[in-house]
């Protein structure tokens, strides 16, 4: 049976939505001397809507964004807009990335390690732009290990961003997977929704700005995947395993047996 890892990125692999899009958004809009800036329960809000031009383009229909910003009739115009602010907002996230300034989330990287060397098949499916994400990988868990990767899916490869299960499905059609043996690792009810369409068992790692989220699809809930020194906190276990501090690979195994079952 082949077995399968995947992970969101922004909000799983690190705490990107609040150290890194968030700042990049704002850094974006007071270099375009656009008067407006996200503050970190708007853009909790805004994380109900996947891929960050998507969030920006929601501003359209916002009464005190127009009043800050002259939006345009055309539709075509905005979005040409819209296209030129996220491509320098991903420049700036980036950088932020490369700077060092979002470590790996607990867990990350060790259960990478553990599932590439037991012959797991791992991947990253996100809706934020790839440049950004594979950045994201490549610092969390190092270059060697990304590179062991068997696919970083991203971007606009699919149309119908999350909670939409487009692109877990586009991963499981390129990748040949068998969706039964994929188990995906998200941090909001967006991805959650998502993994679930695609018929893939997810485990949801939450964070701060999803934490009080209806995760009741999830078949374990946990405040990260944890490490030695840094234990996680189980908070809803439909599945067979029995994680104790930290999730391991065979966590990971029992949880994929059970959903076979059911
Ligand atoms: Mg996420």
New binding site residues.
């Given amino acids: 049976m082949s077995r399968v890892l995947i992970f969101?990125?922004?909000?799983?692999l690190a705490d990107?939505?609040r150290d890194g899009h968030l700042v990049a958004f704002n850094q974006m809009w007071r270099e375009q001397g656009v008067n407006w800036q996200w503050s970190v329960e708007q853009y909790a809000e805004k994380?109900k809507i996947g891929g960050g031009k998507e969030r920006i383009a929601s501003l359209a229909r916002d009464a005190d964004f127009r009043a800050a910003f002259q939006v345009p009739d055309s539709e075509d115009a905005w979005q040409a807009i819209v296209a030129g602010w996220h491509k320098r907002k991903s420049e700036i996230f980036k950088d932020l990335v490369m700077s060092g300034a979002m470590p790996g989330r607990p867990g990350v990287k060790r259960l990478t390690r553990d599932a590439l060397d037991q012959g797991w098949t791992l991947a990253v499916c996100?809706t934020s732009a790839q440049a950004s994400v594979q950045a994201v990988l490549d610092s969390v868990v190092g270059k060697d290990l990304s590179a062991r990767f068997a696919g970083v899916f991203a971007g606009d490869i699919v149309k119908a961003k999350?909670p939409a299960p487009d692109i877990y499905n586009y991963a499981a059609d390129h990748l040949g997977l068998a969706h039964g043996d994929c188990i995906v690792v998200?941090?909001?009810r967006?991805?959650l929704q998502s993994a679930a369409a695609a018929g893939m068992t997810c485990v949801i790692t939450y964070n701060a700005l999803?934490q009080g989220e209806d995760f009741s699809e999830a078949a374990l809930v946990v405040s990260s995947l944890g490490d030695p020194g840094e234990p996680a906190t189980v908070a809803a276990n439909r599945s067979q395993a029995q994680p104790s501090y930290m999730v391991t690979v065979a966590d990971l195994e029992a949880i994929l047996a059970g959903a076979a079952v059911r």
């Fill in positions: 969101d990125c922004d909000g799983v990107t939505e994380l996100s999350k998200e941090d909001s967006n991805g999803t």
